[in-house]
């Protein structure tokens, strides 16, 4: 970490509540939807942990299209924009940068950033392949600097109160689960083919796309992965080039064909170090399926289920009957994750970016903190989840159960 953001980081750690909150720079780089995302959750830290210290201040957009980033400047009240992220790393009072870019320049960006010494808020999947991941962790550990990674689902206060119950024993020895990530974002075949579906862009697919959170969540529930066996299928073999910049995921129609070169599905059995058994499945091309994501995990005593569409509910069956054990809806409140942050009681609902929200606070923790007391997820994480995507591209490539190579926790 450099002199100057390290005698910052001290201050802030050193300022308290009462004081006048003290802020850190920041950057986005890549202005899409998603960072816009990372620029509403820095907006809204301050309402949501007013006691939070460093106070992020958004101070300059970066984006290789001018006028979007121009725009997000008015909109945001940000003066500075530049059109190539290596004015962000060499801008000396920035101190923090997120990474919104596509996975292609994730390994580029991110470990400019961390050697630079600045503070990184990275997208998932961090690259294109574990190695990647691996190289932002590596030059984030030798700067010193404290990262953060978008595996938004775990910040869910359902999921936390779900873990809670497994760690405490509620459902007794866990013996199977599943895990499922279903959307449509890519089931039109009219749909551009933009840098989504080009290998060398777009890296894994659906993999690294939707699996990649299921990953960190299995870990994150469940613990290690032993072993694992995969499939995956591309369903949609060709798209409509675009003919200009595109947002989001947007038809192109009429315009020249070419190949769809990675996943549009892949699932896979997993064996885990406990001895539990584990279903993960991802697909970007099912029709009626919108952000159809969720898990139910069985044990000796009991299950717990949560879908994402209802964000605050849990599913929950214990007791003791074994055999006709009833289920119950149970809506989380305060008490749970970082919910009391945002609601006074249960069953008022919380949004996807309210878990951006928490994802943006925990990385100011830890900065303030220290990067070995970081509570969110982190480019570790990122590393770890993107050695499961690779041992799935390697089981399907070789038809064999893989073992995933562990990072060192």
């Keep these: 970490m450099s002199t100057d953001l390290a005698a910052q980081t001290a201050a802030t750690t050193a300022t308290s509540a009462s004081e006048t909150p003290l802020t850190i720079p920041v950057a986005i780089v890549g202005f899409g939807w998603m960072g816009r995302v990372h620029a509403q959750a820095y907006a809204r830290i301050r309402h949501h942990f007013p006691t939070l210290r460093p106070v992020p201040q958004l101070t300059v957009i970066a984006d290789e299209l001018a006028d979007r980033a121009g725009e997000a ?10 059109t190539d992220w290596r004015d962000v790393v060499s801008d000396n009072s920035i101190a923090a940068v997120s990474v919104t870019a596509p996975n292609f320049l994730h390994r580029e960006i991110g470990v400019a950033v961390a050697s630079a010494g600045k503070h990184l808020w990275i997208e998932k999947p961090v690259g294109l392949t574990a190695a990647d991941a691996r190289a932002v962790a590596d030059a984030a550990a030798a700067a010193g600097v404290a990262t953060a990674v978008g595996f938004n689902y775990r910040n869910v206060p359902a999921v936390a109160a779900a873990r809670e119950m497994i760690a405490a024993g509620e459902l007794g020895e866990i013996t199977h689960a599943r895990f499922r990530l279903l959307s449509d974002y890519a089931a039109h075949p009219d749909g551009a083919l933009t840098w989504r579906y080009q290998r060398d862009r777009g890296g894994n697919g659906v993999l690294g796309d939707l699996a990649s959170h299921g990953a960190d969540l299995v870990w994150y529930l469940l613990g290690n992965i032993e072993s694992l066996v995969a499939d995956t299928a591309t369903f949609i073999d060709e798209r409509s080039k675009p003919t200009g910049a595109t947002a989001g995921h947007q038809l192109a ?15 896979a059995q997993l064996r885990m170090e406990s001895g539990a058994r584990c279903v993960l499945e991802a697909s970007r091309v099912s029709v009626g399926e919108q952000n159809s994501y969720g898990f139910e995990v069985h044990g000796t005593a009991g299950v717990v289920r949560w879908d994402y569409r209802r964000m605050g509910e849990l599913e929950v069956g214990t007791g003791g009957a074994y055999q006709d054990q009833s289920v119950a809806t149970r ?6 994750g970082d919910y009391a942050a945002f609601q006074p009681g249960s069953a008022n609902p919380m949004s996807y970016d ?16 220290g990067p070995e007391r970081a509570t969110g997820a982190t480019v570790t994480d990122a590393v770890r989840s993107a050695e499961v995507l690779d041992a799935m591209g390697e089981s399907v490539r070789a038809g064999r159960w893989v073992e995933p190579v562990r990072v060192n926790p």
Excluded: H, M, T, W
């Excluded at 129609?253 to 699932?267: H, I, K, L, M, Q």
């Excluded at 809506?331 to 749970?336: E, I, Q």
């Excluded at 309210?354 to 903190?369: P, S, Y």
């Design 73 to 82: 400047a008015r909109q945001f009240g940000v003066d500075a924009v530049v």
């Design 253 to 267: 129609v009429g315009g020249e064909r070419g190949p769809v070169e990675n996943e549009d599905y892949v699932s």
């Design 331 to 336: 809506y989380v409140g305060p008490g749970a």
């Design 354 to 369: 309210d878990l951006k929200v928490i994802e943006a606070a925990r990385f100011c923790e830890a900065i303030a903190n």
